[in-house]
């Protein structure tokens, strides 16, 4: 077996690439930056750090963006932060358009001070730990580990039209969608590889996962 990690200099690639290489030392990880790469590979990992429009133009200029659609929708895909806001049509962010996958936006948290009464000390971005509560079952994310803290770092969120997606929320002044899955595909808004034992144990299971 391997797995592609998808390099387009967008990412915590390194720190993806060593985690997977933790709990799955007899598997080649290798960090994929041409299309051929994506498509040589048995499980696709989709990380990403940073601004939407910055991602996808880089994803572009690297002539990546449709090996990413075939993978997504072929083989065990995991996406990672902004890996799972591009799976979406469009950004808030830039007005950014995604790779389209899935019907549905990416919208950004209140602005500074504007949550709800009793919620004013929450920041943007939303940084550190908190709980994902899932909404149904799925073999990497299971409904077992229901209230698992992760680690968090973000200022926008996915809204998907279609609620069937939806795998986990997390409450940050607005419940918000941090997990989706649908086939093949399963996404997360929080970073494993910053997550630990709960973060490495997602990883295990996405590595052990057969569709």
Same mark, same amino acid.
């Given at each position: ?82 890996? =799972? ?15 389209? =996958? ?9 602005? %500074? ?48 039209? %279609? ?19 649908? %086939? ?17 144990? =997602? ?9």
């Amino acid at each position: 077996m391997n797995i592609a990690v998808i390099d387009y200099g967008m990412g915590n690639l390194r720190s993806v690439q060593k985690a997977l290489q933790t709990v799955a030392p007899d598997v080649d990880v290798y960090l994929a930056r041409t299309p051929r790469e994506v498509r040589e590979a048995d499980r696709v990992v989709f990380p990403g750090q940073g601004a939407m429009p910055d991602c996808m133009g880089a994803l572009q200029r690297q002539e990546m963006h449709e090996a990413v659609r075939l993978a997504a929708r072929e083989r065990p895909f995991l996406g990672i932060c902004v890996g =799972l806001q591009m799976l979406f049509e469009r950004s808030e962010e830039g007005g950014a358009a995604g790779l389209g =996958l899935f019907a549905g936006e990416v919208v950004r948290f209140p602005r %500074d001070g504007a949550f709800a009464p009793g919620q004013a000390h929450l920041k943007v971005p939303h940084m550190g730990w908190n709980r994902v509560e899932n909404v149904r079952e799925h073999p990497v994310l299971s409904i077992q580990g229901s209230g698992e803290r992760y680690y968090f770092v973000h200022s926008y969120y996915v809204a998907p039209r %279609d609620e069937s997606l939806v795998l986990a929320r997390t409450d940050y002044g607005v419940v918000f969608t941090s997990a989706v899955a649908r %086939d093949n595909l399963v996404a997360v808004q929080f970073h494993p590889e910053k997550s630990g034992r709960a973060g490495l144990a =997602l990883l295990e299971r996405f590595v052990r996962w057969a569709p």
